[in-house]
């Protein structure tokens, strides 16, 4: 099998994987130690990320269902290579909102438009039902942070984390958002204009105070009375502000206690 060949089975393929033979030009030993890594080939770049099965079939199923509801996410594709089970896609082009941040290139104005055209993607995701109904356990938030927090600060901490979660993420309207809409995530073109979301493990069922409070947690000059104000125009629907405040505060005492936690256990390493 060419390299043409490859790319070619791996753009054109159905939405059950293919499998191919080990690549050793794709997967050498410098890429395997890394879950995400860039492949250039005949002038493009593709993405890949090492996944599991389970976690490689929803994106592929979301995927089709975002696109076909004209959401932009990239256009994932699923293979098996040597075993490991491998999503990719052609990288978008285009600048992150947190590039654009860095660069300092976005006023004020520009970056609440960039709020309303995130918003309205999400939206739209709040929309589609996708066929992903043997994955509705996986797109759960709170279970999805369990076995997370149980590897990162034991199952005592875990079982209240899990307390906490499942009564923060569920408090409003539970839907398929993007639960994870930090700067990075979010794809602009040369006019900063939205383009596309990225990460599709982010994809979550939970809340809409849960996804503001992403917002609000990592975007700059966004203040509450605005991203309250964009999303009631957007979505129609009312935020309580009281609540929205207390989850901020919230995230921001829990970062300092796992802070001080992680530094801790580093110490009586």
């Avoid at 794709?26 to 395997?32: C, R, S, T, Y």
């Avoid at 918003?119 to 356990?137: A, G, H, N, V």
């Avoid at 906490?164 to 958002?177: D, M, P």
Wanted: aromatic content about 8%; hydrophobic content about 35%; some cysteine.
């Amino acid at each position: 099998m060419t390299n043409n060949d490859y790319i070619e089975i791996i753009k054109n393929q159905a939405a059950t994987p293919t499998e191919i033979k080990p690549v050793t030009k794709i997967l050498n030993n410098d890429v395997k130690n890394s879950s995400l890594f860039h492949v250039n080939q005949f002038g493009k770049t593709f993405i890949y990320k090492i996944s599991d099965h389970e976690t490689s079939f929803r994106n592929l199923m979301l995927a089709q269902a975002l696109l076909q509801n004209d959401v932009h996410v990239p256009d994932s594709k699923v293979f098996i290579s040597g075993g490991e089970y491998l999503e990719t896609y052609e990288m978008i082009p285009g600048t992150t909102l947190s590039g654009a941040i860095f660069h300092n290139s976005l006023t004020n104005d520009k970056i609440e438009q960039i709020l309303r055209d995130t918003l309205i993607f999400d939206k739209k995701i709040t929309e589609i039902t996708p066929k992903i109904t043997r994955f509705s356990q996986q797109l759960i938030l709170h279970e999805r942070r369990k076995n997370h927090n149980t590897q990162e600060f034991g199952e005592l901490l875990a079982k209240l984390h899990y307390t906490i979660n499942k009564k923060q993420t569920t408090y409003g309207n539970v839907a398929l958002h993007h639960a994870d809409l930090n700067p990075s995530n979010i794809l602009l073109d040369d006019n900063g204009t939205v383009t596309a979301l990225l990460d599709l493990d982010s994809l979550a069922l939970c809340d809409e105070y849960t996804m503001l409070s992403q917002i609000l947690f990592y975007w700059p000059n966004t203040s509450i009375d605005m991203t309250i104000k964009t999303y009631e125009s957007v979505f129609g629907k009312k935020i309580n502000k009281r609540h929205l405040e207390n989850l901020i505060l919230f995230r921001k005492t829990k970062a300092l206690v796992a802070t001080a936690l992680r530094k801790a256990r580093v110490r009586h390493r």
